[in-house]
């Protein structure tokens, strides 16, 4: 049986997504390192706007993801998310 760690390193959007879903099948086995505080960097200052559009076909599809991701969030965790 395979007892090893995964270290995620960075607690921005990306590194907490890949957390909740390892941490998810891993459990404690999973961790993750912020060097200061969660959202540090780029995601701190996000509009916090899910793009719905793009010209190209596979940034569309990635879109399309993004948003059936936080509307599984939302239900999830009853977190605040406005479509307009
Ligand atoms: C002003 C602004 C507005 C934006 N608005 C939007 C928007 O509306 N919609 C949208 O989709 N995108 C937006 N973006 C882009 C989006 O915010 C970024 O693409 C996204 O947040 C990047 O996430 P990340 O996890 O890759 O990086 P980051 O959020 O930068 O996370 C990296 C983390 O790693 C940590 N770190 C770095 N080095 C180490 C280390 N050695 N050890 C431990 N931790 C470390 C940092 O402290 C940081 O917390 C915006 C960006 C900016 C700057």
């Known amino acids: 049986m395979n007892t090893g760690r995964i270290v995620i390193v960075g607690g921005g959007i990306v590194g907490a997504a890949i957390f909740?879903?390892?941490?998810?099948?891993?459990?404690?086995?999973?961790?993750?390192?912020?060097?200061?505080?969660?959202?540090?960097?780029?995601?701190?200052?996000s509009g916090g706007i899910?793009?719905?559009?793009?010209?190209?076909?596979?940034?569309?599809?990635?879109?399309a993801l993004g948003l059936t991701a936080y509307a599984r969030l939302v239900r999830a965790h009853g977190a605040d998310f406005a479509v307009n």
């Open 20 to 45: 909740h879903r390892l941490a998810a099948e891993y459990g404690s086995r999973v961790l993750l390192l912020e060097r200061s505080i969660p959202a540090f960097g780029a995601t701190g200052f």
């Open 50 to 63: 899910l793009r719905a559009f793009h010209t190209d076909p596979a940034l569309a599809a990635d879109c």
